[in-house]
């Protein structure tokens, strides 16, 4: 089977892959431009450890078929930070001990970033739906509820 | 004199213990760029795939492997012919089995034979060509069917062990464990109320995000390097060159980071298949397993049946207890019926007693630790039992277990003296907080349970090098899944009196620090911390024996204070870390210090929770209103990481009350595979949880230190049926207290 060649922009860079006409986005983005990142915990759409910003819309690279990345915007959690100055959510996940294991985390972070995005003052459950399809099986969501109220807030803060 | 001995450091006044500094490895877990196990690629790398048992149980009649060979980029083949034949103890032979099949398949998705190819999906590919002949026996899915008479046997050498006269014949039952004291029918007498009831809970996956993944490189010359994520890679090397038949040394293990474990990563399964594969491929190859793999053929932990019964007094003594409990084994000998037998009525002071444990073996994957093995099932029972005697005999639940709490110098059910503990903290601290008195409307029930755990000491070793700047890098061999590394970083922090900042904790890879247990046993604060607080403590020493050879006077005359060397007198400039490293060259070179030692003075842990929820009538779901925790920490190091662990222990045991269960047809098969149909708690099941530490210094530890990660998991399945008994009035013994379950109780169909 030939190989596809997708061009798409990710995390600011113009990039091109091959992939198979089947292969998902997931391992394009593990694999061929080695944004290991982006965890695989099911596969199925049902863990959100893939999650990523893919024109600015919130999903799971696991259920996307590579091509379909032709030309579009994705960011994925190693475009959050700029350089080593992080984002509030980034900084609130550190300072309020908002993950264990860690390997939750970067899908957690581009799920609250999109969540963010569109409600900028989420209340408590608010953030507990907007995050319920990402699994984490250390924390309880306590600390991760809790660091994305704080994130908000001081997202707010910075931008009144 | 040991660390733990040292009476000057059991003081607090701590200026950097209990304090929340950033976690040293934080910036790279959420920037996307810590390295966990399925992350790693080498040059010229192959991918795996596993083929697996479709049958619970089946004779293997043949394997033929010629067509997949023969397939495109399928660089090498294995089944259980290329290891060596099982051997040595029985529970070896049981891990060789486990790890791949041979005579037989024992569960559905045990491992038949592994492929390595170019892509992907040429291995799958050829793995699914692997023809093999099956003769499909009949399995036992539950200790009923296990331990019937005339059962079908798993393995026809099994001999129970633990039963006088000892059987002659083979049997489903590995072992029977027995704990007893006082006179049984003496307490049953005297009881003014007796409780009784038969349990079962279903087995349950520990869940963690991250799937098992290994990469494996084996040069020609036959060194073998091994990328995985585990608990403990020092395990994975002696567990690796059991079933390959080699040398622990012959094997490097270089830990990845670990996306959650829970006692799940303690074992190996993808580990030795990677090593055989890229040894016959001369290339490194990479497992990773997918989540249906997870299920299939790793974890669970067990399912069980207790039968239990309880006495009391009038005035709410507990004077009489009986167990009998039976543990889902999975394929192979090893539940934790030991250890659910040991802490089922440790927290109490019960004079008569009989526990029986049994390990039983079913046609399910081999369970595995998790959290606290064996205690949830055993405390789940114990504690629906408690909760009857103290609505029977109209006494609070927290005061009911205060009558009868172990304190320090009281014998547990399992044999040993309690030390310093701080049970009767945790039922105070709960009964005192506004939580216990918020009113409750229709529909809305209050559960209180409490749960004990032992935690371990074990082996661990650590090495402290001091940088020619002055700060300080810290080596350890444990794995860290919750923090591990700030909590040694703020106990070198606060032996040296430098900036936590200035520590650079390592986990050490099976080259490079002594040998360490696993991350497990809620045991790396406590042992490896007092191991690189002893490697610190030497490096003290020698720091302060440099300046006395630089000031040219007598050691006592030196000593260490705030990240400095000072003459007692002050008689001298001080010297500081990074003058004394500086200054190497002169006093006797670089300044380094390893410690490795047997962790003793484990501080047992105590946990004692509530939950308030409410239940739809109509459709007997379940929504948890409030939460509120207490458990004895000791002393918490990190106190964010330390509560971390107890709401992540509550929130599994919230998810193993009411959700989470293994579903099989009845051919054996494993129906619900993947998150969606095995549901884990998500973030909107769940409120926040209220949590309390508890700080009961636990004296075997410089600083108090008790393990603090399995506890929590305990109280929650039988506080969960408590609230749901006091909300709708029935007692539900069987778990998950799924919506239908607790809709057919309601209507009286079930209860």
């Known amino acids: 089977m030939s190989r596809i060649q997708v061009s798409c922009t990710v995390n600011g860079d113009s990039v091109d892959f091959l992939c198979d006409a089947d292969g998902s986005l997931l391992n394009a983005l593990r694999d061929e431009l080695g944004l290991t990142g982006i965890k695989e915990g099911c596969g199925t759409g049902d863990c959100g450890a893939c999650s990523i910003l893919m024109d600015d819309e919130l999903n799971c690279a696991c259920l996307i078929f590579a091509p ?19 984002t509030p959510l980034q900084e609130c996940f550190l300072e309020g001990a908002a993950l264990q294991c860690g390997i939750c985390t970067p899908g957690f972070l581009v799920a609250a970033t999109a969540l963010l995005q569109h409600n900028p003052n989420p209340t408590e459950t608010e953030i507990r739906y907007a995050l319920a399809g990402n699994l984490c099986r250390c924390t309880g969501y306590d600390k991760i509820v809790r660091a994305v109220r704080e994130a908000a807030a001081q997202m707010r803060e910075a931008s009144a | 004199m040991t660390i733990a001995e040292d009476p000057a450091t059991t003081s607090p006044g701590y200026k950097w213990v209990g ?45 033929d492997t010629s067509e997949a060979e023969k397939m495109a980029g399928v660089r090498a083949v294995i089944t259980g012919a290329d290891f060596p034949d099982p051997s040595g ?47 499909v026996l009949p399995h036992v899915m539950s200790v009923d069917e296990a331990m019937a008479p005339g059962a079908p046997l798993l393995h026809p050498k099994l001999m129970t062990k633990g039963v006088d006269p000892a059987p002659t014949e083979p049997s489903n039952v590995a072992s029977r464990a027995v704990y007893q004291g006082g006179d049984l029918d003496l307490g049953f007498a005297e ?73 799940g990563k303690t074992t190996i399964y993808l580990e030795p298949l990677a090593v055989r594969l890229s040894q016959k491929a001369g290339r490194p190859v990479k497992l990773v397993m997918s989540r249906d793999e997870v299920f299939r053929a790793t974890g669970p932990a067990s399912g069980t049946k207790i039968v239990g019964k309880l006495g009391f007094k009038n005035d709410g003594t507990m004077v009489a207890g009986e167990l009998w409990m039976a543990y889902e084994a999975g394929a192979f000998a090893g539940s934790p019926a030991g250890a659910g037998s040991m802490t089922a009525l440790a927290p109490y002071t019960v004079p008569n007693f009989l526990i029986e444990g049994f390990d039983v073996v079913v046609n399910k994957p081999k369970v595995a630790a998790y959290r606290a093995p064996g205690a949830p099932m055993s405390s789940f029972a114990v504690e629906s039992l408690i909760d009857e005697a103290a609505k029977k005999l109209g006494i609070d639940p927290i005061d009911i277990r205060l009558k009868n709490a172990v304190t320090e110098g009281c014998t547990a059910t399992y044999g040993p003296k309690f030390p310093r503990i701080g049970f009767v903290e945790t039922l105070e601290a709960i009964k005192n907080h506004p939580n216990y008195q918020i009113p409750l409307g229709p529909n809305q029930g209050r559960g209180v349970a409490s749960g004990f755990w032992f935690n371990a000491g074990l082996n661990s070793s650590a090495t402290v090098h001091v940088n020619e700047d002055g700060n300080v890098i810290v080596v350890t061999g444990s794995p860290d899944i919750g923090g591990s590394r700030a909590s040694m970083a703020l106990m070198a922090a606060e032996e040296f009196g430098i900036d936590a900042a200035r520590i650079q904790p390592v986990v050490g890879d099976t080259e490079s620090v002594g040998y360490n247990d696993q991350t497990g046993g809620s045991r790396t604060t406590l042992a490896t911390g007092a191991a690189v607080i002893e490697a610190c403590r030497k490096v003290i020493a020698d720091l302060r024996g440099r300046a006395a050879k630089q000031w040219d006077v007598a050691l006592e005359k030196v000593e260490w204070v705030d990240g400095q060397a000072q003459h007692v007198e002050g008689t001298q400039p001080p010297l500081s870390l990074a003058d004394l490293a500086r200054g190497w060259n002169r006093t006797g070179g670089p300044l380094t210090a390893s410690a490795a030692l047997n962790a003793r ?61 293994y579903i099989f047809d009845r051919n054996g098969k494993m129906e619900n595979p993947g998150f969606l149909d095995y549901r884990i708690p998500v973030a909107s099941d769940m409120p926040m949880i209220d949590t309390i530490v508890v700080e009961v210094p636990n004296p075997g530890h410089p600083y108090g230190v008790r393990g603090v990660g399995e506890v ?26 799924s919506p239908v379950r607790i809709l057919d109780a309601i209507l009286n169909k079930d209860s």
């Not at chain 2, 037989?104 to 799958?124: C, D, F, P």
């Open chain 1, 68 to 86: 379909e990345a032709t030309g579009t915007t994705i960011t994925t959690v190693e475009g959050l930070a700029d350089g080593d100055h992080l």
């Open chain 2, 89 to 135: 103890p029985a529970g070896d032979q049981d891990l060789q089995r486990n790890v791949i099949a041979r005579e037989k398949a024992l569960y559905e998705g045990h491992t038949i034979a592994a492929v390595a190819a170019q892509t992907r999906a040429q291995a799958k590919a050829a793995a699914e060509a692997i023809k093999v002949v099956y003769e």
């Open chain 2, 191 to 263: 009881s003014d109320v007796v409780v009784e009831g038969t349990f079962t809970t279903k087995p349950v996956h520990q869940g963690y995000i991250e799937p098992h993944a290994a990469v494996a490189d084996t040069t020609p010359n036959g060194r073998t390097t091994l990328w995985c994520s585990s608990q403990g890679h020092f395990t994975m090397r002696s567990l690796s060159a059991k079933v390959l038949g080699w040398e622990p040394s012959k094997l490097k293990v270089i830990p990845a980071e670990i996306g959650g474990g829970f006692g």
């Open chain 2, 712 to 737: 929590g998991i305990v109280p929650p399945l039988a506080a969960v049926a408590n609230a749901v008994d006091d909300a709708v009035s029935r007692r539900i013994r069987d778990l998950p207290l």
């Open chain 2, 19 to 63: 304090t929340r500094m950033i976690r040293p490895d934080g910036f790279e877990k959420v920037t996307g760029r810590a390295r966990f196990g399925a992350d790693i690629k080498l040059n010229g790398m192959l991918y795996g795939h596993v083929l697996r048992s479709p049958h619970a149980h089946a004779t293997i009649v043949s394997i």
């Open chain 2, 601 to 661: 003075g484990v501080g047992s842990a105590f946990s004692t929770q509530v939950v308030d929820l409410e239940i739809d009538p109509d459709t007997g779901h379940v929504t948890v209103l409030r939460y509120l925790t207490a458990q004895d920490a000791g002393r918490a190091i990190h106190p964010s990481y330390v509560e971390g662990q107890l709401q992540g222990g509550v929130v599994q045991g919230i998810g193993w009350a009411l959700n989470e269960e």
